[in-house]
């Protein structure tokens, strides 16, 4: 049962990682277990850590994770419930169970420049659909390629994702700036709005409500706290951008 209950773990930790609700989690991992041979398992789950106990014939287990690095991975947790599933349907071997959990797990992502399209895309989207005009969105799209990167290198920095939106928002503020100043545009507010939109976090306010909603308070409460955290970092980041200007932004 040991090593089932560590291939249910490391589903369940994976499934956190890639951004799925608590209530979620608690619910697959209940019902793998429960397949598995537990005859209870009590899952207690918040966004950074994991405690899960199963009693079994054998006696009780008892495993502690601390997660890090939550992300937003629908792709990959969309397999991750479909493996859930499988585990719930049908008799499979740890081994089988463990291979199936690492080609999922190390599965080929999106390459990088569709990334960077998307940013461009959105970015530029995100301008028009606020009023701005065509030369406004092709600025916007620039600076949605340049957020794109500076949000790679973040990451393989590892920044602590609030001070990393912080930082993004101060750069977008001053290369919008800066295309007011060599003549490309006359107002920034649009360009600025939307490429910060690609940097709030919807899908984690999203899973806040969904957590609070489903009575996992904790979780819902922690998940609420950062998002508006990350809000503030972002408007800090314009803040900051105006004290340095001046107080203006034209």
Not at 81 to 91: D, E, F, P, Y
Not at 162 to 181: G, N, Q, R
Request: glycine share 8%; hydrophobic share 50%.
């Amino acid at each position: 049962m040991r090593e089932y209950f560590n291939c249910a773990m490391d589903i369940g930790e994976q499934m956190l990682i890639c951004g799925a609700e608590v209530h979620r989690v608690e619910d697959s991992m209940e019902r793998m277990c429960s397949a598995l041979g537990a005859l209870r398992t009590d899952v207690f789950i918040i966004t950074s850590s994991m405690v899960v106990t199963v009693h079994t014939a054998d006696g009780v287990l008892t495993q502690t994770r601390r997660i890090t690095g939550i992300g937003t991975d629908i792709e990959q947790l969309h397999r991750l419930n479909a493996l859930s599933r499988k585990i719930c349907a049908v008799k499979m071997t740890a081994q089988e169970i463990t291979a199936d959990f690492n080609e999922i797990k190390n599965s080929k992502k999106y390459p990088f420049w569709i990334e960077v399209v998307s940013y461009i895309v959105i970015a530029g989207s995100f301008t028009l659909f606020f009023g701005g005009g065509m030369i406004e969105a092709l600025v916007s799209m620039i600076i949605g390629g340049v957020l794109r990167f500076l949000v790679h290198f973040s990451d393989k920095a590892e920044l602590n994702k609030i001070f990393s939106k912080f930082i993004c928002s101060l750069v977008v503020s001053f290369a919008a700036f800066a295309a007011t100043k060599i003549g490309l545009i006359s107002d920034i507010d649009n360009i600025i709005i939307g490429n910060i939109m690609l940097l709030i976090p919807g899908v984690g306010l999203t899973n806040a409500l969904r957590d609070l909603l489903t009575g996992d308070s904790i979780a819902g409460l922690l998940r609420i706290i950062e998002a508006v955290l990350t809000a503030l970092a972002i408007a800090a980041g314009y803040f900051l951008f105006i004290c340095l200007i001046g107080g203006s932004t034209i």
